[in-house]
């Protein structure tokens, strides 16, 4: 177990505690409270408080104090792994599971880190974060090459490169999805939240890598115009010949067990980023013949004609998206229910009731995870956007899937979206058991 702690409530008698600049400026609180609960020192950027100047050591830069320390500590683990990242708005999740799977058949022995689940080998681990802590993530690529992985495939989002969460990590490739509004509530602005997701390809973490950057979004192009001074590869819909097909798309002689122009995006990316890397034709064919991703655009029930489709959206660009690709398969009706996160971005929310009333027949607007807002509130929100009335408000989410289920007929489509593959709703500072999947199941 590691003597080095970021986190004060973890702390032990004898840990090194690093004080990590917080947005709040509570750093100095936690690092009191890493004392009183044992630690032999603190590492802050922060003079010492009176009276802690003998277990206190102030530094310039405490993120990459943090980074020095964990590299000694942990015997640099990550240069022992073949590391890829994926970053963006949407698009990691199933990008990074293509990325793994293609790797698996190649004969590689992997881990990954992603939104769902993590995984070392086939041994799975729950994930709490899209992209773990920084000192959580040394320990996981430890244990990883233990058990003798050789690859490492990972989600790197936009928080954990502004808190330098994934310093070190030398990537041979990373790729880049697309930006669209998401996380106003932490970066404050478009442009900050773009500039955190540029870290990714402009600092040394990508010194020797590949950059696969999708150009087909506004910032994406940017990205790409603005490295010009790295290893990067532009990956455009102008390169290939796309059609849908009845089960899922086609990209050149590719066939794809997924629906939509999002998929058509992180696919081919991922033909790209398996070409470059020199992967067998076999494994990159079979994965994508074969692939699904819990809880993205995942069709649990499909029969008499009526679909009904869980997926992840929760952003107004993923919404529309999935529901596009939704309105592609379906022969009558397209049905919707969801609802929008609370304590979370709420410029997002008229935007996605305008989304959902221009691309739906019948929506059902519910809770998400309300976390500690008022669940009405937030449909109250999400109504400032709508205009047609064409839409029911029933804040129990199990009661809203029921409702929109029942009234499904052959021809129709029921998109499920916000919280995908999530076991779990949020309400209040309670985490309850629940499933869209497996209410969907048990209705039908």
Request: net charge negative; hydrophobic share 40%.
């Amino acid at each position: 177990m590691s003597r080095l702690k970021d986190n004060s409530k973890f702390v032990k008698t004898g840990d090194i505690f690093f004080a990590v600049p917080c947005v709040d400026g509570s750093e100095k609180e936690h690092a009191l409270e890493a004392l009183e609960r044992g630690a032999s020192s603190v590492v802050s950027a922060l003079p010492a408080p009176k009276g802690y100047d003998d277990r206190w050591a102030q530094v310039n830069d405490v993120i990459f104090t943090r980074y020095l320390f964990a590299k000694e500590e942990f015997a640099n683990p990550f240069s022992k792994l073949n590391c890829y990242a994926v970053t963006g708005s949407n698009g990691k999740t199933s990008c990074a599971f293509m990325m793994n799977e293609v790797l698996r058949a190649a004969g590689r022995k992997t881990a990954l880190l992603s939104t769902i689940y993590n995984l070392i080998d086939v041994k799975k681990e729950e994930a709490h974060l899209t992209t773990p802590g920084f000192l959580e993530l040394y320990e996981f690529a430890e244990k990883a090459v233990e058990a003798g992985c050789t690859e490492l495939v990972m989600e790197v989002s936009s928080h954990a490169l502004a808190q330098g969460r994934v310093m070190g990590i030398p990537y041979k490739s990373a790729l880049f999805t697309n930006l669209s509004l998401e996380h106003m509530d932490y970066h404050g602005t478009m442009e900050n939240y773009y500039q955190a997701k540029k870290l990714l390809f402009i600092s040394e973490l990508l010194g020797k890598g590949i950059g696969f950057i999708n150009i087909d979004n506004s910032y994406g192009n940017r990205l790409y115009g603005e490295l010009f001074f790295k290893d990067r590869i532009s990956v455009s819909k102008k390169q290939f010949q796309v059609a849908d097909t009845e089960t899922g798309i086609k990209i050149n002689d590719y066939n794809i067990s997924l629906f939509g122009e999002h998929n058509i995006e992180n696919a081919m990316l991922i033909i790209e980023w398996a070409h470059e890397m020199d992967l067998p034709e076999a494994a990159l064919t079979s994965t994508l013949e074969n692939i699904s991703v819990p809880g993205r655009f995942e069709v649990v029930y499909n029969k008499d004609g009526k679909r009904a489709i869980v997926d992840y959206a929760h952003t107004p660009d993923a919404l529309e998206r999935t529901l596009i690709a939704a309105r592609k398969i379906c022969k009558g009706n397209l049905l919707l229910v969801f609802g929008c996160g609370g304590d979370r971005d709420k410029t997002k929310r008229p935007k996605m009731g305008a989304i959902a009333e221009k691309t739906t027949d019948k929506i059902w607007l519910t809770s998400d995870n309300p976390r500690t807002e008022n669940p009405e509130q937030i449909l109250d929100d999400v109504e400032k956007g709508m205009e047609l009335n064409k839409h029911k408000r029933q804040s129990d989410r199990r009661e809203a899937i029921k409702a929109a289920a029942v009234e499904l007929q052959s021809g129709d489509v029921l998109v499920v979206a916000g919280k995908g593959h999530e076991t779990y709703q949020i309400l209040g500072k309670e985490k309850i058991h629940f499933s869209d999947k497996e209410q969907l199941m048990e209705i039908f």
